[in-house]
C-alpha cells in the first residue's frame, strides 16, 4: 500500500458495519451511438408526419464508476481489500459527507475488482 493511501485511511474515524467505503475515481467515459428523428415536413397515406433517422455517436458518462476501497465493513467475509479498485453501478453510490470525497457502496452492488 502507497503512504498517501495509508495516510488518508488512517485518517478514518469511522468502523463501517454494512457498507463498504470507496474514494471515487475519475468517471469512466464511453461512446454511445443513438438515433434522433428528424421530421421531413412530409406525410404518409394516413396524414402522419414522415422523419428520416440519423445515427450520432456521443460520448457520455458510464452507468458504472470506479472506486478505490477505503475501509471495509466489520461484519463481512472480505472479497476485496482495502486499496482495491472495485467498479460498481453510480446510482446505488451514496455520497458520505461525513468524510471528504467518499462514498458508501453495498457490498453486494460492487460488481469487479480491477484486476
Do not use: C, W
Request: overall charge negative; aromatic content about 12%; proline content about 6%.
Amino acid at each position: 500500500m502507497d503512504k498517501v493511501l495509508e495516510t488518508v485511511i488512517e485518517g478514518i474515524e469511522f468502523t463501517f458495519e454494512k457498507d463498504i467505503l470507496v474514494k471515487p475515481l475519475e468517471p469512466v467515459m464511453i461512446t454511445k451511438e443513438y438515433e434522433e428523428q428528424i421530421p421531413t415536413g412530409e406525410q404518409d397515406e394516413e396524414g402522419f408526419n414522415k422523419y428520416e433517422v440519423k445515427k450520432h455517436t456521443k460520448e457520455v458518462e458510464s452507468d458504472f464508476a470506479k472506486g478505490i476501497v477505503l475501509a471495509l465493513p466489520q461484519n463481512i467475509e472480505p472479497y476485496f481489500n482495502v486499496g482495491d479498485i472495485v467498479i460498481f453501478p453510480r446510482k446505488f453510490a451514496k455520497d458520505f459527507d461525513l468524510f471528504k470525497n467518499s462514498q458508501l457502496v453495498k457490498p453486494y452492488d460492487i460488481v469487479a475488482k480491477v484486476k
